[in-house]
């Protein structure tokens, strides 16, 4: 957070107490931290419970807490097909929820992965060759593109298994990250590049040892924002053959008007999706200290 | 640009689309919304020859598009339409625990009985029967109409969907893609994909047509809004003798009716035209005597299978499902 | 410029204030033990060798940092951040590159909400007296190094802040420019009595412009020499020239020196 | 584009000679960078029609050239519904594809919109408060979310009119402009803003005028960014009674195997979305003459 | 660091050279017309007032910048962009924040593909020389104003450019390290016979540590001044204040202090 106001925090003094009490706050603000989102959910909860129960909105479309908690358990545990019936089935479409989850984060994995180390040399390279102005364009083509539009072409060439997903993922993801590489290319300071240089570095060595560093703050917002992108893609990947998957769980479900199992299904998608992005936040901490100081 | 504009391209043709044949009644002045879906039958020849608003100059009439009878199920819920076409699973599921808790919807009409207009298609020709498929990999629209009868002959068959043979979800689009590519083996699906398949070698081994035989008939059905029925006796009549003479003419002039479809569906009149073939019409007698004995045992039915799909949470009583159909407007029309 | 009688009230103190930076975990002592107190209206000036934590010093009266230890007060109120009465010259120039040097300079007043033709008219004032002028429609980043840092101190100049920190202000000005500047700066003082803590590596001007030249010791920085100066409060009519030969003059740039050298 | 190597453009010059010549470079390079648009376009055109002249695509999955252009050419003009029939309609759904285009123009038009005007006040509200970490969660949650599983909802609250659609379009933009606005803040110089709040600067006043234009270079790459997202999400929003919509009419098209008019739809969604953001670079550049000199 | 001979060939030309900037579309000039030369091993010190082009110049043959008219050529051939015969010290420094203060000054070395037990060694030897040893691990922005600038002479020193150019080198710096580095920077001088090119603000650096003093008049930038001074090339024995004594270097000094006040 940008202190606007206000005196900044202390920092670490030498003494041990003071250390210790340094960690004490520390570990309070972390306390703190924790009980406001305690407290912002549990009002959210408490909001959607009354919402639910006073009819505001009717369960088709957002159905009790207690509901979306009973889908959320039957998916996750062997039950009866229906009260009392003996006929026991596994999760949801044989699959406990866990394991749709675990597949579509795979795929996830793989296609942000690869549009990740795609889509930094080549914004590298568009953003600082000739490439630039040729494939722009289609680069902004590509991106605008509605992937509803193109999954058949791909289920054409890659089948209907999991490479057209991926293939999917990361054609969502790789336009993002290219664009974010892009643009922090052309904020690289012209004197660093020159200092670079006059150092002796190569075209190649100046892309590697200051453009992509001195890039590295917006690509790594580039990374989270395209792999957002990913998981809301999730869903146009799986339509097709996509179980085991959340996505493909998630649309089944709602195609058969089961709110209370796409909620559940949402919910966890958003869980996983926080989960990956505080990963990528952390990352970014650590490998860019110097943010806002120089 | 504004949505809803009709189909005719100037003036002179609105003149024209606007000759209601039998006598125009400007007394009724209800707004009706009326989702439909793009499939071959009376409904859109209605709408694209401008009947209901010939037939009711003073009535405000606006048409909503969906895309499944999932949409148009919730279309329902948040009180956007008073009517829709849907196929006999949503209208089942709509009946049943517990969505019905939620929309209050009954059959009214029965645009067609699905036939040969969803099959069965196989690549490989030496496959002549279900049996042959075991082991192998079929595509359909999981949710369907198709789906549903495809499991129903799978049962018949004696074959576990979950075991014998890989049944996985595929929108009809995709599948020439994965025909293509070897990906699947076969697949239960409607045209025009199901003309693709056929032309690219495929073959036609079981049918809709076959299920029903059997006892398991799919539909594609017109419901309402019950409030709106009791509300509006007069529409729905109108509205029912349209669908009535829509039919008639997909029967007696099926190049006219055909155009129609091809208008709405922005596809070829010969193919459209085809395309009646593999959907049988009810004329409103007929209408009436299926919908008053037959048709709620079908939901029932239906909904035993839906059950064990997921899809509903509990079957309802025989008396639950005939409370749900109506055949109060198609009774009016009988004759007119 | 509106003649601001100096208030009593302003009185600047460092009560055992001692500063660490935390580097890679560990802390690095940057300051201190310091203790002393500024008089509303004193013109201090502070040497010291390089990286002895005069900037520090300086940023902590700002209120950029908390002190680790000890309070910074201004009027007997504690430090808490930054803010309008404490103007700030960077030793950095930060200027604003998204505005032109004119509305750089205006910034200030325009932020206190004065209309549009009186800041104009201050903006013009203060850019004259540093000579940029004919640059007033540039952007900082079209500027040279001096100018840049000629445009910083316009525009806190331009704020009338009744205390004005300025970090090394005049290092990167030719011998011509820094003199006038000096002079400039001394009638600034001379007039309105703002309090100003000058910071400088050059000896002779912190010897020439203070009212009381401090001394700080090498890193973690400490006072080591605090003496009063009487060459800046001299009348307007003593020329430079005659100033530095003073031998009181001479002696204190000696002793300045030795300090910084100890 | 980053200078790496080579000597910089020389600027302009006083004398009117010089200026002159200086102007018929710019031109000069401006026909260039024509002349490769062209050259790549042509190559590329060329390519599909050699792949499907020589019938390594079905025609199914990618038509050639021609039919693209005739699907493009009768979903602009009134046409009979089949050769030689007396029946004439217009353009497609009884739109021409330039009035779909523009109902889905405009429908982006207002979602972009929206999402604008609320992402970057809630990013500099997010970047620089305690309201950064109650509802970082909630905003990672919101931007995961697939379009597909929600857009029910919408249709719920808002109809099945433009106004669930422009809902979704919102939703979708809104996330990525947020988080580049709060990834901004985060990298504003302290000393910016420490030098603003010496001035006087009011809380509010810092934001305005030093948070804001700081960030102004990576907020205008994610307005960028996310109207391209707008541009996927765009049939998403339209499969449900989406026409007029090039979207809706995509899927319309591509549910009855009609390849071709698929593709120009395609193609025009693609065509408008390179000159939308042609549009924003420009306006980046002419905001944000500073980048990398500062 | 490896004696390097003064290659003959090194000699560096400015010929016919104006520079415009264009500010919002109008040309401003900002340098020229110049013509001058540099033998090899020629120390040259650059004087002006500020804005006068003096780094303007200084880009110019580092390569940053194309002259608008005019050629400007090391060893005969024009210079089309930097190179790492020609080492820059900014006059803002201009370090890495992702590297360590050695990682910076490694950096040259690194870039030739110099092993790491040489590198190191080449940096712990240019951090000793300008005092930065013990914060070898900081990153740049946790140094001070004055340790910035000494780190960037390292890094450039460490990388041993055939020529050296230094934008206000010492300028954020107190007397006493200035001076220090002053005379490491004619001792390294002297050993390798690099040509050094050296902007300052100050007559008093110009005159003594110049072999050949430049003054530029202001904006646009022309040489008015083009002196040999002798003071640099002085053996090592003679003290600094004797030479600072020398009617000659009074003398030279007064000429340029002249010359920048024209
Ligand atoms: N952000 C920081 N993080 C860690 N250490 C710092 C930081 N800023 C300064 N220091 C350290 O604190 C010491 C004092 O720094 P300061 O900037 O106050 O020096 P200074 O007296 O202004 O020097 P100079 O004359 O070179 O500007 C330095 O040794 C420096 O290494
Ligand atoms: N990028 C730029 N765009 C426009 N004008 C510029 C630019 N850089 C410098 N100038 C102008 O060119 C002139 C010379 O600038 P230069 O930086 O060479 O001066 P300098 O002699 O180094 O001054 P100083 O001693 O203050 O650093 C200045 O008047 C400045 O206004
Ligand atoms: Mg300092
Ligand atoms: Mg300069």
């Known amino acids: ?294 | ?336 | 410029m509106a003649e601001q009688a100096p208030s009593a009230s302003r009185s600047i103190a460092f009560e055992g204030v001692r500063h660490h930076f935390s580097v890679g975990g560990a802390a690095v002592p940057a300051l201190g033990p310091v203790d002393f107190e500024i008089e509303p209206g004193e013109l201090v000036t502070i040497a010291g060798p390089s990286g002895c934590g005069k900037t520090t010093l300086l940023r902590l009266l700002a209120g950029f940092l908390a002190p680790s230890e000890g309070t910074v007060s201004v009027a007997g109120r504690r430090v808490q951040g930054p803010a309008a009465e404490r103007g700030v010259v960077f030793q950095q120039p930060t200027l604003f590159p998204w505005l032109s040097v004119r509305r750089n300079v205006e910034l200030g007043p325009r932020l206190r909400g004065v209309g549009s033709a009186a800041r104009h008219e201050v903006a013009d004032q203060y850019l004259e007296l540093v000579g940029l002028a004919d640059v007033a429609d540039h952007r900082p980043y079209e500027l040279s190094g001096g100018m840049q840092q000629r445009c910083q101190i316009a525009r806190v100049l331009a704020n009338e802040p009744e205390i004005v920190l300025m970090d090394e202000p005049f290092g990167a000005l030719d011998a011509l420019t820094r003199e006038r500047l000096q002079d400039e700066l001394l009638a600034i003082w001379r007039a309105t009595g703002r309090t100003i803590l000058f910071i400088t590596h050059s000896v002779d001007e912190a010897v020439f412009l203070g009212s009381r030249v401090l001394v700080m010791s090498p890193r973690p920085g400490r006072i080591v020499l605090d003496e009063r100066a009487v060459f800046a409060d001299r009348g307007e009519r003593v020329p430079d020239e005659e100033v530095r030969a003073l031998p009181a003059y001479v002696e204190l740039r000696e002793e300045v020196r030795r300090a910084i050298a100890a």
Chains 1, 4 share one sequence.
């Not at chain 2, 190049?255 to 004329?283: C, H, N, W």
Request: proline share 6%; charged share 20%.
């Open chain 2, 1 to 336: 640009v504004e949505s809803g504009r009709s189909s005719a391209t100037n003036e002179t043709d609105a003149a024209q689309a606007s000759d209601c044949p039998w006598e125009a009644d400007d007394s009724i002045t209800t707004t009706a919304r009326i989702a439909w879906q793009a499939i071959p039958n009376a409904d859109v020849v209605v709408k694209d020859l401008g009947l209901l608003e010939a037939c009711m100059p003073n009535a405000e009439i606006s048409w909503v598009q969906a895309a499944s009878g999932g949409d148009v199920v919730k279309y329902y819920g948040s009180g956007d339409v008073d009517l829709g076409l849907m196929g006999s699973s949503p209208a089942t599921i709509a009946s049943s625990e517990p969505v019905v808790r939620d929309v209050d919807l009954a059959v009214v009409w029965i645009h067609d009985v699905i036939g040969e207009a969803e099959s069965l298609v196989v690549r490989d020709p030496e496959v002549i029967d279900l049996a042959g498929l075991e082991g192998g990999r079929i595509g359909v629209p999981f949710s369907s109409t198709a789906h549903y009868s495809l499991l129903q002959a799978l049962a018949e068959e004696g074959l576990d969907p979950a075991t014998d043979v890989e049944v996985i979800n595929l929108d009809p689009e995709k599948m020439p893609g994965a025909w293509q590519g070897d990906q699947i083996d076969a697949a239960w699906v409607w045209d025009p994909v199901q003309s693709q398949l056929l032309e690219d070698g495929g073959t036609r081994i079981l049918s809709s047509a076959d299920t029903a035989e059997a006892g398991r008939p799919t539909f594609d059905v017109g419901t309402a809004d019950r409030t709106f029925v009791a509300e509006n006796p007069e529409f729905m009549a109108q509205w029912a003798k349209a669908q009535d003479h829509a039919v008639g003419l997909i029967q007696d002039d099926p190049a006219t009716a055909a155009e129609s479809v091809a208008v709405v569906l922005g596809i070829d009149p010969a193919d459209a035209e085809k395309q009646f073939a593999g959907l049988s019409y009810l004329r409103a007698q007929e209408q009436v005597d299926y919908l008053s004995r037959s048709f709620p045992k079908d939901l029932l039915t239906t909904a035993g299978f839906l059950l064990d799909q997921g899809g509903i949470e509990a079957v309802g009583t025989p008396e639950q499902y005939a409370e749900h159909v109506d055949a109060g407007p198609a009774r009016s029309a009988v004759g007119g």
């Open chain 1, 1 to 294: 957070m940008v202190q606007l106001e206000g005196r900044p925090v202390p920092p670490t003094t030498a003494t041990p107490e003071s250390r210790r009490t340094e960690r004490a706050t520390r570990r309070r603000t972390r306390l703190q931290r924790l009980a406001v989102h305690g407290a912002s959910l549990a009002a959210l909860l408490l909001g959607w419970w009354l919402v639910t129960r006073t009819g505001l909105v009717r369960p088709l479309y957002l159905p009790p807490p207690a509901d979306v908690w009973d889908a959320f358990v039957r998916a996750n545990t062997d039950h009866p097909i229906s009260p009392g019936s003996d006929r026991i089935v596994r999760g949801e479409q044989n699959y406990y929820l866990w394991e749709h989850l675990l597949a579509s984060l795979q795929r996830i994995a793989i296609g942000v992965g690869g549009g990740v180390l795609l889509g930094i040399p080549l914004g590298l390279l568009m953003g600082t060759t000739w490439l630039g102005v040729v494939l722009e364009p289609y680069l902004n083509f590509l991106r605008s593109l509605p992937p509803l539009a193109y999954i058949g072409l791909l289920i054409v060439w890659f089948g209907i298994g999991d490479t057209s997903k991926i293939w999917l993922l990361f054609l969502a993801v790789f336009p993002p990250v290219a664009m974010a590489t892009i643009s922090g290319v052309r904020g690289v300071r012209e004197d660093q590049l020159n200092a670079v240089r006059s150092l002796g570095a190569s075209r190649r060595q100046a892309l590697t040892s200051v453009v992509l560093p001195a890039t590295l703050p917006e690509v790594l917002t580039g990374i989270r924002v395209a792999t957002g992108f990913a998981w809301t893609t999730v869903v146009a990947a799986e339509i097709a053959n996509g179980i085991p998957g959340i996505g493909g769980l998630a649309y089944l479900a709602g195609e058969q008007l089961r709110t209370p199992l796409v909620i559940a299904s949402i919910l966890v998608i958003g869980l996983a999706a926080i989960a990956l992005d505080l990963g990528l936040k952390h990352l970014e901490k650590s490998l860019v200290p110097w943010r806002g100081k120089a």
